[in-house]
């Protein structure tokens, strides 16, 4: 088995937010907030009727300074108050939200592992495109910190 690269480790952020998984769920299971959350994605449009359940497709619009780039995802698991997580096929990540009760708060972990191995797509953009796939990973998890932050202010109302 070949070692983990820098860019298909498992990237991770995590906060506990002052609210119960009920509250914290309404607003993670609204995808059109989803936009509003993370630093590198645009819009989040289902392209099949449905909402949010396993088997929905999504099409992504991410961007990165000036590149602007589509993404189409597929909803693998869906546990309302509990879990939310997507496969990307166009880079071979799978995104997922996880929420356990922390005495009167709720702990957030939000990862992204690569199940298998990133496409050679999401490789060659990754490098021409965004600075390198080991950067771009980087990036990716401080963009996931910054969205659990936003989370926890929608949902806190602070």
Do not use: C
Not at 19 to 36: G, I, T
Not at 40 to 57: A, D, I, N, S, T
Not at 64 to 85: F, G, N, Y
Request: aromatic share 6%.
């Amino acid at each position: 088995m070949a070692a983990e690269t820098a860019a298909d480790r498992e990237l991770r952020a995590e906060a506990t937010i002052d609210a119960s998984p009920a509250a914290v769920w309404a607003v993670l299971a609204d995808v059109r907030r989803m936009p509003e959350l993370s630093p590198e994605l645009v819009r989040m449009v289902p392209l099949k009727p449905g909402g949010l359940r396993p088997g929905q497709w999504y099409l992504g619009l991410n961007r990165r300074k000036a590149v602007l780039w589509p993404t189409r995802s597929v909803v693998s698991e869906v546990e309302p108050d509990r879990a939310v997580a997507w496969d990307t096929r166009s880079s071979g990540a799978r995104w997922i939200w996880e929420l356990t009760p922390d005495g009167s708060g709720t702990r957030v972990v939000h990862r992204r592992p690569v199940p298998r191995q990133l496409t050679g797509l999401s490789l060659v953009f990754a490098k021409v495109f965004l600075g390198g796939v080991g950067g771009h990973a980087d990036e990716l998890e401080e963009g996931m910190a910054v969205s659990v932050a936003r989370l926890k202010r929608a949902v806190e109302g602070s």
